[in-house]
């Protein structure tokens, strides 16, 4: 690392953004999912304003939009600058987008999606969805045969034509399946030229060639994945509190906890004393003593306690044990 290296990035350390992101911890913090440590979290976003002088330029200018980018990330459980969810230079501004990674990520935290299928359908690919009879659509982008000269094309780059389409649905861990979603080319430019699309754009994945050089026709595809991936996100659990739910709900179902118990200390009750108990005289507590009998073991009845014995009472003023009335 040069002399002048170690300048630039001390120049941009000093520029008070990143003093303005640890001020903002703490707020993080409380935000993030548990999966995300807060250090972790502005360290990734550091790195990515540090790899791009247009962005640490416009964070520098608006701090404000990139605040509001790392609660949306963060919000989402995602880490800022990366394919979940990116970091870009906009309209003088930071906006924070989440990538079409992201939207799926959040589907498995659910913990009720098994798997996730999101492909585009090209023109000369095979494809057949009914809907009420077929449960997913049946897709090959194949060729006939059994090799993969066959399947991929002898050279491995078979013509599979322009993107027509593009499909999404999820398998739940139920073993059912979720709403398909299906779109065609007209309805992903309309999701295109609703989010501003400038042609000329070099910056937006809109134009980006994801099929390299030689396959233009798969310009933008991530673009088209993202956008199935938004649509199929309505009918697809995306949260883990829909696993906390769930799992709330079952234990309510089962009937071993009233449903009222689990909320009524924290809605309707307030702890006002309380004597803390040691583990030791919890078990004390709770353990029948040695005289402890049980009484009808056949008959499920509860254990008895033998009765103690009690001092004789006294008459008072004489020390003389009383007279039974």
């Known amino acids: 690392m040069t002399a002048q290296t170690v ?3 001390l120049q941009k350390r000093d520029n008070g953004v990143d003093k303005l992101m640890w001020t903002k911890a703490r707020h993080l913090e409380s935000i993030l999912p548990d999966h995300i440590d807060v250090k972790s979290f502005l360290g990734t976003a550091w790195a990515a304003l540090l790899a ?3 962005l640490m330029q416009y964070a520098v200018a608006k701090p404000d939009t990139l605040l509001v980018a790392l609660y949306r990330c963060a919000a989402k459980g995602h880490q800022p600058g990366t394919e979940e ?3 870009t230079p906009r309209d003088g501004g930071v906006l924070g987008i989440e990538g079409y990674r992201g939207i799926i990520e959040r589907m498995y935290r659910s913990g009720a999606v098994k798997k996730v299928i999101v492909r ?3 023109a000369k690919d095979k494809f057949r969805y009914i809907e009420g009879v ?3 659509p049946i897709h090959s982008s194949g060729g006939p045969g059994e090799t993969g000269a066959d399947f991929f094309g002898a050279d491995g780059s078979r013509d599979r034509g322009d993107m027509v389409g593009v499909y999404a649905y999820a398998e739940l861990d139920s073993g059912a399946v979720s709403r398909v979603v299906l779109l065609d080319r007209q309805d992903v430019m309309a999701a295109r030229d609703s989010g501003g699309y400038k042609p000329d754009d070099k910056y937006t994945p809109w ?6 050089k030689d396959r233009p026709e798969l310009r933008g595809r991530s673009m088209w994945l993202k956008t199935a991936a938004r649509r199929l996100e309505p009918w697809v659990p995306t949260s883990a509190e829909y696993r906390r739910e769930s799992l709330r709900a079952a234990v309510a179902a089962s009937g071993n906890v009233p ?3 689990m909320t009524a200390q924290s809605q309707d009750e307030d702890v006002h004393e309380a004597e803390v108990v040691g583990e030791a005289d919890a078990l004390a507590v709770e353990a029948p003593s040695a005289g402890a009998r049980q009484a009808g073991a056949d008959d499920g009845s509860l254990l008895v306690e033998d009765p103690p ?6 008459k008072p003023g004489t020390g003389l044990p009383d007279e039974p009335s």
């Open 309 to 314: 014995d009690w001092p004789e009472t006294r």
């Open 207 to 212: 134009n980006r060639l994801d099929g390299g």
């Open 134 to 136: 077929d449960d997913r």
């Open 52 to 54: 791009n002088d247009k």
């Open 259 to 261: 449903p009222a118990a």
């Open 120 to 122: 585009e359908v090209c």
């Open 7 to 9: 300048a630039r990035a």
């Open 85 to 87: 969810f990116y970091l």
